[in-house]
């Protein structure tokens, strides 16, 4: 009888312990110290009282966010600089977040089996100001490269609004823009799964399909450490080329990769293909100029280059890339007469390397004409410079502008 009495006692302690745990939350006047309890009574809470815990972290959330936001608009009527955005950001990205949590308990059957969602309607109106406010934050973040905070803010608008709870006031026309700039901010991050996350999201939209791949592709290249990750992002490139087989940067990717790990006949087969549905495919006819470069095959990706540059004339990099081919054939062509004449080269030899080099600063020149905003630099400006230096000397004038440039 007694170890009878025990066990009913442990049994109303912890009834009394969960109904403790509820309560307490449910009294809760901060939402983190919410949060906190949570975390603290998640085991011995059930379904219907997580979602009612989640709730308060919404209402308590949402209270902050409202009342900072009231500051900020007195803040703008008197033409002053609101001090306490973070705190009114952070209120409602946690608010979001929790909304999220809420829901997720809030459809789960009951102990009838039934699902009778409470808070979904509700919290998706009263959410709608909170969730536009990150997209302000989200930008506010970028400009001050945090991008981590950055990826934050603007993920959790994408979180929510494919969310189910908020699906239903219709089509959201900015979440595949702000999908972009969740996985830009997390790539400059260095949260390469974000990037790839929240990219795929972006890329379903037209307007950004191009940009949004190549913040996937690149972020997909940075997580490659070892051999074992190098040929799972290669197999991950190849499963998005069979999805999206006419889009030139995964097809570059993708023919890099191979490249890089020696698979030429992979590669070959990539280019040949792509170059028998279209001749003037520039991805495929740039890539096998690159090939030729790999190989010091200087003629045959010159060849091929400006093949890619009758396509497409702007490219900085292919133009580059010419240039670049005859500086090193020159510089190879220079090599192999030395040690045939013991380091003299024939005046007649002179005269012809020194046309080769002044091909390579036709094409440099015309690289560097075309790179307004210098991004390309380093694909043309020390190669300028070798090939002046060579062909003028070190002390004439566009030998040292040229100079000035690799700086």
Not at 192 to 206: E, G
Request: with cysteine; hydrophobic share 40%; proline share 2%.
């Amino acid at each position: 009888m007694k170890k009878i009495m025990v066990f009913a006692l442990a049994a109303l302690s912890s009834a009394s312990m969960y109904a403790q745990d509820i309560k307490t939350i449910l009294g809760a006047k901060d939402y983190n110290e919410a949060l906190t309890m949570i975390q603290s009574a998640k085991a011995s809470l059930n379904d219907e009282d997580m979602a009612k815990a989640y709730n308060k972290v919404v209402d308590l959330a949402l209270d902050a966010y409202n009342t900072e936001s009231a500051k900020e608009l007195q803040d703008q009527v008197k033409h002053e600089q609101t001090a306490n955005k973070p705190a009114m950001y952070k209120a409602a990205e946690t608010a979001l977040t929790a909304a999220l949590e809420c829901d997720k308990y809030d459809n789960k059957p009951n102990a009838k089996g039934k699902i009778k969602p409470k808070f979904g309607s509700k919290n998706a109106a009263r959410l709608q100001p909170a969730r536009a406010a990150l997209i302000n934050a989200g930008q506010a973040l970028y400009d001050a490269k945090d991008y981590k905070g950055a990826a934050a803010a603007f993920g959790s608008y994408v979180d929510s609004g494919s969310a189910k709870i908020f699906q239903a006031a219709g089509q959201d026309q900015y979440l595949t823009q702000i999908a972009y700039f969740a996985a830009l901010s997390a790539f400059f991050g260095q949260e390469y799964d974000l990037a790839d996350r929240y990219s795929d999201v972006a890329i379903t939209d037209t307007a950004y399909v191009k940009d949004a791949m190549t913040v996937k592709l690149n972020a997909l290249q940075n997580t490659m450490k070892s051999h074992e990750d190098t040929l799972a992002v290669t197999k991950k490139v190849e499963n998005i080329y069979a999805q999206y087989p006419d889009n030139q940067v995964v097809f570059s990717t993708l023919t890099s990769l191979y490249l890089a790990q020696g698979r030429k006949a992979e590669f070959n087969a990539l280019v040949d293909k792509a170059l028998a549905q279209n001749p003037k495919n520039f991805a495929a006819v740039a890539m096998r100029g690159q090939a030729y470069m790999n190989d010091h095959k200087w003629q045959e990706a010159i060849e091929d280059l400006k093949k890619a540059a009758e396509i497409m004339p702007d490219n900085v990099p292919v133009i580059a890339s010419i240039g670049n081919c005859y500086m090193f054939l020159a510089q190879e062509k220079a090599e192999q007469i030395s040690a045939k004449t013991k380091g003299r080269i024939p005046a007649a030899a002179e005269k012809v390397i020194i046309g080769v080099y002044d091909q390579a600063i036709e094409y440099l020149n015309k690289a560097k004409d075309l790179d307004k905003k210098m991004e390309y630099k380093a694909n043309w400006a020390y190669s300028l410079y070798t090939c002046l230096y060579r062909t003028l000397g070190a002390d004439d004038p566009k030998t040292k502008d040229a100079e000035a440039l690799t700086k």
